[in-house]
């Protein structure tokens, strides 16, 4: 079912986003809202975003990285609303982190 997945755009995952407010969202969805939570990126930007979010624990609870040719239908966080059921944001910081976790519910249905 589409709601439980959650997509996040790789332009959410660099500065000015914040890494422990990244952590909550992935955390939080996966835990409390029992979401996979997947990464789409590009297929040569994989590699980078694997190496530079693993140390920092970016990654603990996404699943995998999707690249431009797969798709999987779910709620999306993004910087622009290209898909249905996107949550369309410029950041993840601690200022918006409540903002995107209820819409995150809001959507997921729970």
């Not at 040569?44 to 431009?68: F, R, S, T």
């Not at 249905?84 to 997921?108: C, D, H, M, Y």
């Amino acid at each position: 079912m589409f709601n439980d997945i959650l997509v996040i755009a790789d332009a959410l995952v660099e500065p000015p986003s914040e890494i422990l407010p990244f952590r909550a969202i992935t955390m939080l969805s996966h835990d409390n809202l029992g979401m996979e939570i997947l990464l789409h990126t590009t297929q040569e930007m994989k590699d980078v975003y694997y190496h530079w979010m693993k140390p920092k624990g970016m990654l603990d609870y996404i699943k995998y990285i999707i690249n431009e040719r797969e798709w999987e239908d779910g709620i999306r966080v993004d910087v622009l609303k290209c898909y249905p059921n996107t949550i369309v944001v410029k950041w993840i910081r601690i200022e918006n982190q409540l903002f995107i976790l209820g819409q995150i519910k809001s959507l997921a249905g729970k």
